[in-house]
T-cell receptor, first 116, second 111 residues
Framework: GAVVSQHPSWVICKSGTSVKIECRSLDFQATTMFWYRQFPKQSLMLMATSNEGSKATYEQGVEKDKFLINHASLTLSTLTVTSAHPEDSSFYIC????????????FGSGTRLTVV | GDSVTQMEGPVTLSEEAFLTINCTYTATGYPSLFWYVQYPGEGLQLLLKATKADDKGSNKGFEATYRKETTSFHLEKGSVQVSDSAVYFCAPIYNFNKFYFGSGTKLNVKP
């Protein structure tokens, strides 16, 4: 089936630095990708919708200047956490809609970000 | 607004016990309904789905039926295994392809 490859799977960074997370659709074109974050023992919360070739749409309460999303091609979307702080430590997951096949939507394996 | 309510966990069962995890959704429009599973340290995997009323999704012994009259999509399995221990998310999808994830239900299956 359709696969979204997400990297890195985990990352530790210092406060104030930036971290980039990549999501690639391996065998299909993803016009739209979704970015979620998950705090410990909580559900996934949609952060933003990433559209190829245009600006991302952010959910209410999500700082677009802090969470930079780029979707420059049909197979790659990136999320950059800028000037990271410990409260940004979370599990980030991307998702893409698959227009063929059974799944419909496929998720990346997630990135565990720890800011120290 | 659009939302979903999921049974709180954790749920602890013995192996071979019957499992039900309740899920109800807000009845605006006709969402497609999904159950996703998250194993420890991993991302989400699609477990099953149903796209219209009375559809039954099934996979790996799990089943869920799209009940429009009760706006529910309860997950069931007749005999759970230790390997089923995970967090299960109910997720309807409404317009604009946005999932609304339930709070997740952690299932612990003891041998």
């Amino acid at each position: 089936g359709a696969v979204v490859s997400q990297h890195p799977s985990w990352v530790i960074c210092k406060s104030g630095t930036s971290v980039k997370i990549e999501c690639r659709s391996l065998d299909f074109q993803a016009t739209t990708m979704f970015w979620y974050r998950q705090f410990p023992k909580q559900s996934l919360m949609l952060m933003a919708t990433s559209n190829e070739g245009s600006k991302a749409t952010y959910e209410q309460g999500v700082e677009k200047d802090k969470f930079l999303i780029n979707h420059a091609s049909l197979t790659l979307s990136t999320l950059t956490v800028t000037s990271a702080h410990p409260e940004d430590s979370s599990f980030y997951i991307c998702s893409a809609r698959v227009l063929t096949g059974e799944d419909g939507y496929t998720f990346g394996s997630g990135t565990r970000l720890t800011v120290v | 607004g659009d939302s979903v309510t999921q049974m709180e966990g954790p749920v602890t069962l013995s192996e071979e016990a019957f499992l039900t995890i309740n899920c109800t959704y807000t009845a605006t429009g006709y969402p497609s309904l999904f159950w996703y599973v998250q194993y420890p340290g991993e991302g989400l995997q699609l477990l099953l789905k149903a796209t219209k009323a009375d559809d039954k999704g099934s996979n790996k012994g799990f089943e869920a039926t799209y009940r429009k009259e009760t706006t529910s999509f309860h997950l069931e399995k007749g005999s759970v295994q230790v390997s089923d221990s995970a967090v299960y998310f109910c997720a309807p999808i409404y317009n604009f392809n946005k999932f609304y994830f339930g709070s997740g239900t952690k299932l612990n299956v003891k041998p």
